[in-house]
């Protein structure tokens, strides 16, 4: 069965920094694109950022880029995403999400619970 | 970027009636088309891919068609259990973009 579990979610002063996990197991996890996508409160869906299985190339969403550094760890089958920087407008509830097949870009099969980020002083 | 305009922003329907909901790509997506279902406090559920690909396990009243800039979801017959938020996603091109959702409500 596949599980995707976030962590690293909090409250973070204007400034601040954060890094978001997602653990992930029930399939082999290097041969996927991963991706993470955030839900703002009361607002849609969000791409964020994706990472190729291999880790070898990376894309972000314009408001994210230099800001966000998504990363994996395929020998311990985890994601993460470094923010950096976080301002009010990043208050969201993030989720990882599996790419479905072997390209990195394709729809999301299967979704962690999410972790909320609340940016605030 | 490809901005995905779904509409209506929201439907009121009573369970049995058919629901069709409508996605729109600024540009050709081809076939790079996906539709999720999400309930509060949930995460996003895959229901269609590929424009028309019925994600496994989800029930055959939903269904999805269209080709390049313009798509449906239909739900044949509506259920208790379909009352909930639906979304588009184009997954052509980087940034891939999502439709700013359809609330599916009781009417």
């Known amino acids: 069965e596949v599980q995707l579990v976030e962590s690293g979610g909090g409250l973070v002063q204007p400034g601040g920094s954060l890094r978001l996990s997602c653990a992930a197991s029930?399939?082999?996890?290097?041969?996927?694109?991963m991706n993470w996508v955030r839900q703002a409160p009361g607002k849609g869906l969000e791409w964020v950022s994706t990472i190729r299985g291999s880790g070898g190339s990376t894309y972000y969403a314009d408001s994210m880029k230099g800001r966000f550094t998504i990363s994996r760890d395929n020998s311990k089958n985890t994601l993460y995403l470094q923010m950096n920087s976080l301002r009010a407008e990043d208050t969201a509830v993030y989720y990882c999400?599996?790419?479905?097949?072997?390209?990195?870009?394709?729809?999301?099969?299967?979704w962690g619970q999410g972790t909320l980020v609340t940016v605030s002083s | 970027d490809i901005q995905m305009t779904q509409s209506p922003s929201s439907v009121s329907a009573s369970v049995g009636d058919r629901v069709t909901i409508t996605c729109r790509a600024s540009q050709d997506i081809s076939s790079w088309l996906a539709w999720y279902q999400q309930k509060p406090g949930k995460a996003p559920k895959l229901l269609i891919y590929?424009?028309?690909s019925l994600e496994s396990g989800v029930p055959s009243r939903f269904s999805g068609s269209g080709y390049g800039t313009d798509f449906t979801l239909t739900i044949s017959s509506l259920q208790p259990e379909d009352f909930a938020t639906y979304y588009c996603q184009q997954a052509n091109s980087f940034p891939q973009t999502f439709g700013q959702g359809t609330k599916v409500e009781i009417k």
């Open positions: 029930g399939f082999t996890f290097s041969s996927y694109a």
């Open positions: 590929a424009a028309s």
């Open positions: 999400a599996k790419t479905v097949g072997g390209l990195p870009h394709g729809s999301f099969d299967y």
